[in-house]
């Protein structure tokens, strides 16, 4: 079993930046690929960044490409995602997962933690 726990969100205005953080437990860390996805009132649950085991690969949605970055520290069993530029359409929970020696998706992932709420206002 593995504990995922967000924390960073709040609310910022657009053109802001945030850090969100990700602390896993329960498992060996390394041994999961990790992502962060974000849900919207209304709307499903979406990809927003991967990182592999290592954090030699990432992946981004095209929607925020550019502007995010993910990335973890496995000697602190911990993954963030640095939000900058952020804008309005931003606007969701944003939750952390984690799945087996691969990369999570919305459709295949191990482990979601509870989700942190990021507000952009205009």
């Known amino acids: 079993q593995v504990q995922l726990v967000e924390s960073g969100g709040g609310l910022v205005q657009a053109g802001g930046s945030l850090r969100l953080s990700c602390v896993a437990s329960?498992?060996?860390?390394?041994?999961?690929?990790m992502g962060w996805f974000r849900q919207a009132p209304g709307k499903e649950r979406e990809f927003v960044a991967t990182?592999?085991?290592?954090?030699?690969?990432?992946n981004y949605a095209d929607s925020v490409k550019g502007r995010f970055t993910i990335s973890r520290d496995n000697a602190k069993n911990t993954v963030y995602l640095q939000m900058n530029s952020l804008k309005p359409e931003d606007t969701a929970v944003y939750y952390c997962?984690?799945?087996?020696?691969?990369?999570?998706?919305?459709?295949?992932?191990?482990?979601w933690g509870q989700g942190t709420q990021v507000t952009v206002s205009s």
């Open positions: 997962a984690a799945r087996i020696l691969s990369r999570p998706s919305v459709a295949r992932s191990d482990y």
């Open positions: 329960g498992r060996t860390f390394s041994n999961y690929g």
């Open positions: 990182i592999s085991t290592s954090g030699g690969s990432t």
